[in-house]
């Protein structure tokens, strides 16, 4: 007669595991015990710091009946920008995607525009308006950056 046994994690496995919940668990009550700060968000160091932006441009991004999206200059209303379907900037697409969603899901429609803010210490902020949402370009790397960066040294095209 044979016995048969249900399939079980290694011993050693249940072990490792266990130690690494202790240790986060330890570590996280030791920072709260010694009163450690959370890391700041770029907004409230840049607050504590006192750095102004140098160059800021208010665009509104409107979808283009061939799927490509028209940056437009919120103030003047004129062209900043066309990104075309096929064109290699999915990065823009993907951040505006990101962002048009949210604004569906709290009712709000594609009119208030976005803040593209260049600041003293080089950091570039895409802000929603309508909904006080940032997003920090700088960690995406160089390249996905600049294409935002691109936006504020674009001149106006007539429509």
Request: aromatic residues 6%; charged residues 20%; hydrophobic residues 40%.
């Amino acid at each position: 007669m044979s016995q048969t046994h249900p399939e079980q994690l290694p011993r050693g496995a249940l072990i490792l595991a266990g130690t690494l919940v202790a240790f986060a668990f330890t570590l996280t009550a030791t920072m709260r015990i010694a009163h450690v700060p959370p890391a700041a968000s770029p907004v409230l160091m840049r607050s504590a710091d006192h750095v102004a932006p140098v160059r800021s441009r208010t665009l509104r991004f409107v979808d283009a009946p061939d799927r490509g999206v028209r940056i437009e200059d919120a103030g003047t209303g004129r062209i900043a920008s066309v990104i075309v379907p096929d064109q290699e900037t999915g990065f823009i697409r993907g951040v505006m995607r990101g962002l048009a969603r949210e604004r569906r899901m709290r009712g709000i429609g594609s009119a208030p525009p976005f803040t593209l803010t260049q600041w003293q210490d080089g950091e570039l902020t895409l802000t929603d308006t309508a909904t006080g949402r940032s997003i920090e370009l700088n960690a995406f790397g160089t390249s996905n950056r600049a294409a935002f960066a691109a936006l504020l040294e674009t001149p106006e095209t007539s429509q």
